[in-house]
């Protein structure tokens, strides 16, 4: 399957949810954002929003400062 992923083409040997992608990334879905094709999923949903062949998709995570 391939996705564009924060702008760069990637390619996976299946489908995944936003969750699984966030697990193989190793990227905990805590402090991120994500959005497939300009639309902001709802962190509830990561486990059960499939990624489909062609989706972009941005994970933006959160920076603490002061």
Do not use: H, W
Request: proline residues 3%; hydrophobic residues 45%.
């Amino acid at each position: 399957m391939k996705i564009v992923l924060n702008g760069e083409a990637k390619e996976f040997s299946a489908t995944l949810s936003i969750q699984e992608l966030l697990d193989q990334l190793a990227i905990p879905a805590g402090r991120v954002a994500c959005d497939v094709n300009l639309k902001i999923i709802k962190r509830a949903f990561y486990p059960q929003t499939v990624l489909q062949e062609g989706d972009s998709v941005e994970i933006i995570q959160a920076i603490g400062g002061g």
